[in-house]
């Protein structure tokens, strides 16, 4: 599976979009890109996947560039409670072992 | 709400004793899970995968007949940690794969050895 890299750390005004990059320039074309959060002490949350086309969901936005080596994950009004790491992963779609970096910590300030 | 849910939450138990520690999908049957390991301020570590009806297979470095897992049903795996020792402390983090494909996270176990 293709390795991802985040920045490690991101500060986000509330009620401002959060946006977050991904770089994955050597995903192969079977692979998604998918998003998950973890808040402190919890569990990873998933967000949203795709392929190659942008999606939305009630969480959040995925852009994904056109030559796919790049994506951007955008939370439109971030709230205190989105503060979290935000894990980027590119995985084969009926692939199983997410592999999880660094990701990054996302801080919504007030 | 939580469709994989991990039990206990939270657990203390004493060195050289044994813990298990039981992930469920909630509303989907389950014939994957994966069990990860967290220590504070890094990233989830897979430690193994429990496949239904047949052996787990582990992540390198990771002790087979410590951390004993044993998927009983399609919705039922269990992560035992067996002779457990302060070093074991952590968190356990299961998750389970759909018929859909995609992976959801229990809310974690946090072990305590003393």
């Known amino acids: 599976d293709a390795k991802t890299t985040q920045p490690p750390s991101m500060d986000c005004a509330e009620g401002r979009a959060a946006n977050l990059p991904c770089n994955h320039s050597?995903?192969?074309?079977?692979?998604?890109v998918y998003w998950y959060r973890q808040i402190h002490s919890q569990g990873p949350q998933y967000i949203i996947h795709?392929?190659?086309n942008n999606e939305t969901n009630e969480m959040a936005s995925l852009i994904i560039t056109e030559d796919r080596k790049s994506s951007t994950l955008i939370l439109p009004h971030a709230t205190l409670r989105d503060t979290a790491v935000y894990y980027c992963?590119?995985?084969?779609?009926?692939?199983?072992?997410?592999?999880f970096g660094p990701g990054t910590r996302l801080s919504v300030l007030p | 709400g939580a469709v994989v849910s991990q039990h206990p939450s939270r657990v203390i138990c004493k060195s050289g004793t044994s813990v298990k520690i039981e992930c469920r999908s909630l509303?989907?049957?389950?014939?994957?899970m994966f069990w990860y390991r967290q220590f504070p301020k890094q990233s989830l570590m897979l430690m193994a995968t429990?496949?239904?009806?047949?052996?787990?297979?582990?992540e390198q470095g990771v002790e087979k007949d410590k951390f004993l897992i044993n998927h009983a049903s399609l919705t039922l795996s269990t992560l035992t940690v067996t002779s457990a020792h302060p070093e074991d402390s952590s968190f356990y983090i299961c998750?389970?794969?759909?018929?859909?494909?995609?992976?959801?996270f229990g809310e974690g176990s946090w072990l305590t050895v003393v």
């Open positions: 998750s389970a794969l759909n018929s859909g494909n995609t992976i959801y």
């Open positions: 050597t995903i192969s074309g079977n692979e998604y």
């Open positions: 795709g392929l190659k």
């Open positions: 992963i590119a995985l084969h779609r009926y692939g199983q072992n997410f592999v």
């Open positions: 509303d989907f049957q389950a014939t994957t």
């Open positions: 429990s496949n239904e009806g047949s052996k787990a297979t582990y």
